[in-house]
């Protein structure tokens, strides 16, 4: 069809009605599109955190040893004249040599103790070799396992020798002695620290090397053959942990320039600022900051650490550069070793940095080990540089003058840099250079407010940029900053704390030994807060709390559950949310909260919550009570009775709209199985006896043969999927067909055939998605006998379950919990399914008679049931294999109903233990009751082990998943906001096809449609299909056959996808519908037991995935059918035998959706139109039909809110849902005599009500009036019928094998009965038909499997 490349640039219509028409698709809310639905309720991957010092060291001895010999020359070195001569800022010879040699050692301590004060100093002033012996001993024995550092001044020495020597002295003075750096090594142990000031030095750092490579050749020989003399010797210390720093390279003289200081190095490392502005004013670009001479730096005034003077604002700015060079040219790892794991040799590296500068420009060049990238290039020093001179440039006139001293701008414009980045930066791209300034602007409080600003923002970009802050050292000045009483940074801070703790959650601890949960707790109660800060602060006490007793017990004297309770209908709802996990977590375990709780009535509190509009809070308020019920400590009557309210409050959400909920609910009723284990094994024996006694004719057993699907040549396979659990494939029907199936799995794309779950491979199985778990761990209670248990127990009951008498609460849990194993969504299924598996096992076990425990057989654990894949489908079966005779008569293992196995299927006889064979791997998903294969099996009635174990394995991740929301940006503009985002570009292009669409389908049908049998598409589908719906924009339609889905490509004729719908074997898909049509669709689909699924991802490249799934209808079994009235009964039921089964007597399911305001009418076999809001996935209003026969049709108007409903008796009627269930049926027509097929309100706002009955009479009703307008007569026996929206067109299908279409005069326009170019063939019994909603095409369904569509005549198109 060239259809639309014809029209494709047509400017047909003009620009304005074009953009209008886009504004409505751009108006209309989206469904089922919320993260819930799109995303694995799972929390976020945990990043390893290397942050943390795993050994914060310190250097607490320091060996000083200076070698200078005053006065004195060495040999190999020939000074120049005039000569650097300062060691530690004084000159040697402006007194006496001893003298001087004293004053220097104490200077160069002063020195040291400005960066460490608290160490033990030690001087060796011209030492022999036993004195430094001696000392290094000395101080490593005291200094035990931490750091010694070693000085080494070798001015008045010989060079370092090339046998990795270095020079001191004989007592007289009169020689100079080798000491060997090895023998250095072994003295001062490890960890340590070496600073060698002296020519040459980078001789002692290649010695230095070699030796501990030789030592650590020597170790490993000693540890492989103790025999070794090697091994005899007291074993040398390991150099792994050593540093070292040394002036300069292995063939450098030091700098002899006598503007200089001759320790240049030791000036750099000890007493940087005062040697960096010496250099700065010996540097030519110092002419331009005049009057500044070299005495007057020695005046600036101030002290290093007040951080207002001018000297301590220049060193504050110089240790800000200095880190920041080390952050962004080191190594993360090596950074942190260096720069923060000890503050002396953090400090002595920082100023590395400026000797590595300093002492270049004079060609020398210092060296560390570990080695350093070079830095003394780098852009910072230039800002550096800014600083000096700004603050040098004003230095005369403070002197002078005295005027005050203006604060550099240094850190205010690293600040506004950060921001550039922050504001201007791409999404990949190097971190920012300015983090660790913004780091020491944290110290300031001038700037204090914007930098912590400016680091949230910087934070909120993701878990990367909180790992890179904490990787700085951003934890201890946010932890600090927590005393602080400022108002106007609490947002601030709690914003920064809830996204650590939502990437570290580690941290709960530091936080608690620092008290800093009482900010959070004050923010909390604070009611001037913002909802947003009080939702933060509620979170990172939810994390503080979470399995931390500690915590808990701070929090609970905090007064935190009395806080939570205040907030909790709070119209935020993430705040509501947060307020019950935190709740749910400080009691979870922790008694001395639950009965604080108790006291303060915070289950009823929370009761209120669990209706709330919001799927996520309900979760919440589920997961909150669930864990209330859940403490495991002494139970007396008043908890026992509590529990119980807790219990039936929370079995009414048994049929809430989100799967989110009920996987909640399960894990929360399973905690409450745990604490009354033996009362539910009572009743769990009590219900598998009933099932065993009563055979229930379930539609499953009825041998009808309607319910066979003929056997085909080629079978269609549904594609496989991995959806969760959910990986099923239909049931096939043969043996051969069985192997077919079998070669097909190796096709699926999700890796192999340990994918699917067996038990839907076989006739025998039940057909359901949620049977059994993948490696076919056998269940004790099958699918099957849940399903009949859960219909032996009338579950109609459920409604009334209120206000039970308290010794069937049990019962009634047990109901809920049967209930919830039929579950639509497969997730709450299976962990409905262990959870009653693990009872039903305790229950068996425990009611076992003894003797047969006690006979050697059960001693050992069962044999493992074979692991290779064969079996595994061998034993598909939906009920457990049947147990050998032996132990039959004595297990209270519920039989599987009698059938005849596939022939497929080998005999299985288990062992006597085989009711739980055990198996030696573990699959992915165990058996709740599988302790794992070397435990003995009757250790299953040891309670304690078991209890853990239930508890343990149940949980549904849901607090992680809303804990990911504060590791995500959240300033963020959402990607289908962001203009210019892909999402966004698709969205619009879907609008502009949408318009298209409507445009040129309208242009056809107002010109009038006077033919429609043109067939444009014709295919076998691979089941009798039952329902047809078009896709409002795109070229797909699909087709449902009993219980799977086909998609059809109708404009290129192929097939797109077919997969299966997962409705249990005995029930059909009686309705589809397509959500979101105009944007992202999804596929409801609609089957007769009530229950509604929504699919993704179909008819595209990607497997279908189940959005959500839940009990739309709760009465409806398919054994409640309505009956049609008796006279015309005859005609509706031979009607209904043409279509498919699930039309016997009554109408399924049928539904209406409005996309306007996103709600979802559901009716059919019950006596109610129920409506479910999308949004909140909860049921709104329930309407009473006040008949006595089914729905069989709905049509709604959200302009008008009223709905049309035909009913099985004939009746048409009109209900307004703004008024009371009593007065909202506001017309009733009554003209029909038989089932209606089908009743259409226009939407116009004057629109008619059209309805059809099986006799074939179309009538036509004003609202306003009680009788018709118009009737027509059309063929009898209507199996089929749909009316055309937009063109006045309706077509009838019948079981005389024909379709009429007319129009609304009365005139038919066209009759098909015969496939074109199909040999003539004649056109199938219908049992489907529908209109396009805008296009004039006709798709026809029919009962030999064929699907064909028809449209106008080709020159309209």
């Known amino acids: 069809m060239k259809m639309e490349s014809d029209l494709l640039h047509s400017p047909a219509l003009g620009l304005a009605e074009e953009e209008e028409a886009d504004m409505k698709d751009w108006k209309l809310p989206l469904a089922f599109m919320k993260k819930r639905h799109s995303e694995k309720i799972e929390g976020s991957k945990a990043l390893a955190q290397s942050w943390r010092m795993k050994d914060r060291m310190k250097t607490v001895s320091v060996a000083l040893v200076l070698c200078l010999n005053v006065g004195v020359d060495p040999p190999d070195v020939v000074k120049t004249s005039p000569c650097a001569r300062l060691e530690c800022w004084i000159d040697p010879l402006s007194m006496s040599p001893q003298k001087a040699l004293e004053t220097i050692g104490a200077n160069l301590q002063k020195q040291y103790e400005n960066w460490q004060p608290r160490a033990r100093y030690k001087q060796s002033l011209d030492p022999t070799v036993d004195e430094v012996k001696k000392l290094c001993t000395s101080l490593r ?211 590395f940095l400026l000797a590595e500068r300093i002492m270049r420009s004079y060609n020398c060049t210092p060296v560390s080990s570990p080695r350093l990238p070079p830095t003394y290039m780098h852009a910072m020093w230039q800002a550096w540089d800014l600083a000096v001179d700004i603050c040098l440039s004003q230095l005369p006139t403070i002197i002078e003058e005295g005027t005050a001293f203006r604060h550099s701008p240094f850190f205010a414009e690293q600040l506004t840099a950060f921001q550039v980045w922050l504001t201007m930066g791409v999404e990949n791209r190097n971190p920012p250079e300015q983090l660790p300034i913004v780091l020491q602007v944290l110290l300031s409080q001038v700037h204090r407010l914007r930098a912590l600003d400016l680091l949230g923002r910087f934070l909120d970009l993701g878990p990367w940029a909180v790992s890179l802050a904490l990787s700085v050292g951003i934890f201890p000045y946010v932890l600090k900053l927590l005393q602080s009483s400022a108002r106007e940074l609490r947002p601030l801070l709690v914003f920064i704390w809830a996204k650590i703790l939502a990437v570290d959650s580690s941290c709960q601890a530091d936080l608690v030994k620092d008290n800093g949960h009482k900010y959070f707790l004050s923010v909390l109660a604070d009611s001037y807060m913002p909802a947003e800060h009080r939702t933060m602060a509620v979170f990172i006490l939810a994390v503080i709390v979470n399995s931390y007793n500690t915590g808990q017990e701070a929090c609970l004297q905090g007064n935190l559950i009395a806080k939570c309770l205040e907030q909790l209908s709070d119209p935020h709802p993430l705040l509501r949310q947060w307020v019950a996990i935190c709740l749910g977590r400080i009691w979870q375990n922790f008694e001395p909260a639950r009965w604080c709780g108790v006291r303060d009535s915070a289950h009823e509190k929370l009761y209120t919550l669990l209706s709330d509009r919001i799927p996520e809070v309900r979760c919440a308020a589920v997961f909150a009570l669930g864990t209330f019920v859940g403490n495991s400590a002494e139970r007396t009557d008043h908890s026992t009775t509590i529990d119980h309210n807790v219990a039936m409050m929370l079995a009414q959400l048994i049929n809430d709209g989100s799967p989110v909920v009920r996987k909640e609910l399960v894990v929360a009723l399973s905690h409450l199985v745990v604490q009354y284990e033996s009362n539910f094994c009572t009743v769990a024996l009590q219900f598998i006896e009933e099932e065993k006694n009563y055979m229930v004719p379930s539609p499953a057993n009825a041998a009808e043969p309607g319910n066979l699907t003929p056997v085909r040549e080629g079978p269609a396979i549904p594609r496989l999927r991995s959806v969760n659990s959910y990986t099923n494939i239909r049931a096939a029907t043969t043996a051969r067909n069985l192997n077919k199936s079998l070669q097909n799995l190796n096709l699926n794309e999700e890796g192999g055939p340990a994918a699917f779950s067996p038990g839907n491979l076989s006739t025998s199985s039940s057909a359901s998605s949620t049977l059994g778990s993948p490696d076919n761990d056998e269940y004790i209670l099958s699918f099957e006998t849940i399903d009949k248990m859960r219909r032996v127990s009338s579950y109609s009951s459920l409604n009334s379950l209120i206000g039970v008498s308290f010794n069937s609460v049990y019962t009634q849990i047990w109901r809920v919990l049967l209930h919830l194993a039929a579950d639509p969504f497969p997730e709450v299924s299976d962990l409905a399914m262990k959870v009653l598996n693990s009872i039903a096992y305790k229950a068996t076990m425990n009611a076992r008679p003894q003797r047969i425990l006690d006979s050697g057989s059960l001693t050992q654990s069962a044999p493992a049931s074979p692991t290779s894949k064969g079996t595994h489908i061998h034993q598909a079966g939906g009920s457990p294999p049947m147990p050998s005779t032996s132990s039959s008569s004595l297990t209270e293992v519920p039989k599987p109903p009698a059938r005849e196995p596939p022939a497929t299927r080998p005999p299985y006889t288990p062992t006597l233990g085989g009711q739980a064979p055990h198996s030696h791997q573990f699959p992915r998903t165990r058996k709740m009751f599988d302790k794992g294969p070397e435990q003995a099996a009757e250790d299953g009635d040891e309670p304690g082990g078991h209890r853990n174990y239930i508890s343990l394995a149940l949980q549904t991740g849901l607090c992680d998943w809303s804990a990911k929301y504060f590791a995500q940006p959240v300033m963020k503009i959402p990607e289908e906001h962001d203009v210019e985002s892909q999402v966004r570009m698709e969205r619009q292009w879907r609008f502009l096809r949408n318009t298209r669409v409507r445009r040129q389908s309208r242009c ?28 409002p924009f795109n070229t797909c339609i699909a087709v449902a056959d009993k219980d799977s889905i086909c998609f059809w490509d109708w404009e290129k004729g192929e097939r797109l996808d077919y997969f299966y719908n997962g409705n249990p074997r005995y029930t059909h898909i009686t309705a589809m519908e397509y959500l979101n049509g105009h944007d992202c669709s999804l596929l409801l689909t609609a089957t007769d037991d009530g229950a509604l699924r929504i699919w993704k991802n179909f008819a595209d490249q990607k497997n279908p995935e189940m959005v959500t799934a839940w009990q739309g209808l709760s009465d409806m079994l398919p054994t409640t059918r309505g009956q049609a009235p008796t006279s015309p009964h005859s005609l509706a039921r031979r009607v209904s035998i043409y279509l498919d089964r699930s039309k016997q007597g009554g109408a399924g399911m049928v539904v209406d959706w409005e996309q306007e305001t996103g709600l979802l009418m559901t009716s059919g076999d019950v006596r109610v139109i129920r409506i479910w809001d999308a949004d909140r996935e909860m049921k709104v209003q329930d309407i009473p039909t006040g008949a006595d026969s089914c729905v069989t049709s709905l049509s709604c108007d959200s302009q008008r809110s009223l709905i049309v409903a035909g009913l099985g008796d004939g009746s048409v009627r009109v209900f307004d849902r703004r008024m009371g269930p009593n007065e909202c049926r506001v017309m009733t027509y009554r003209e029909h005599s038989a089932w209606v097929v089908k009743a259409h309100l226009q939407k116009e706002t004057d629109g008619h009500i059209i309805s059809v009955s099986v006799n074939g009479d179309v009538r036509f009703f004003e609202q306003r009036t009680p009788d018709s307008i118009n009737v027509l007569q059309t063929v009898k026996g209507l199996t089929a019928l749909d009316i055309h929206p937009q063109a006045n067109l309706f077509a009838c299908g019948s079981m005389n094998q024909f379709i009429a279409v007319y129009n609304t005069n009365g005139d038919v326009i066209s009759n098909i009965k015969y496939y074109d170019g199909f040999m003539g063939q004649r056109i199938g019994a219908i049992s489907c038909l529908a209109f396009h909603p805008h296009w004039p095409h006709l798709a026809v369904g029919s009962n030999d499997y064929y699907m064909s569509i028809y449209s106008a005549e080709k020159r309209l198109r």
């Open 1004 to 1031: 056809i049908t107002q010109r009038g449609v006077s033919r429609l049998d043109d067939q444009i598409f014709i295919n076998r589908n691979p089941g009798v299909p039952s329902v047809v719906k078009f896709h």
């Open 141 to 351: 024995r005291n200094a035990k396992e931490e750091r010694v550092l070693f000085h080494y001044n070798g001015h008045g020495v010989p060079r370092p020798t090339v046998n990795g020597e270095i020079w001191v002295f004989n007592k007289n003075y009169t020689q100079y002695i080798p000491l060997s750096i090895y023998d250095l090594q072994t003295w001062m142990g490890s960890p340590s620290i070496f600073v060698y000031d002296c020519s040459n030095a980078g001789i002692i750092v290649k010695s230095f090397k070699q030796f501990a490579l030789q030592r650590e050749q020597e170790l490993e020989v000693a540890a492989i053959n103790p025999s070794h003399p090697l091994a005899q010797m007291p074993l040398p210390p390991s150099m792994k942990n050593c540093i070292q720093l040394a002036a300069c390279e292995a063939s450098e003289l030091l700098p002899m320039n006598p503007d200089l200081p001759a320790d240049l190095f030791t000036s750099c490392l000890t007493t940087p600022i005062k040697i960096a502005l010496r250099w700065f004013c010996m540097q030519k670009s110092a002419k331009l900051v005049p009057g500044v001479t070299l005495d007057l730096i020695e005046k600036i005034p101030g002290r290093l650490n007040d951080r207002r003077t001018p000297l301590g604002e220049l060193n504050w700015i110089f240790t800000a550069i200095t880190d920041t060079i080390a952050w962004n040219v080191l190594p993360r790892d090596l950074f942190q070793k260096l720069f923060r794991q000890d503050l002396l040799v953090a400090s002595l590296f920082r100023n």
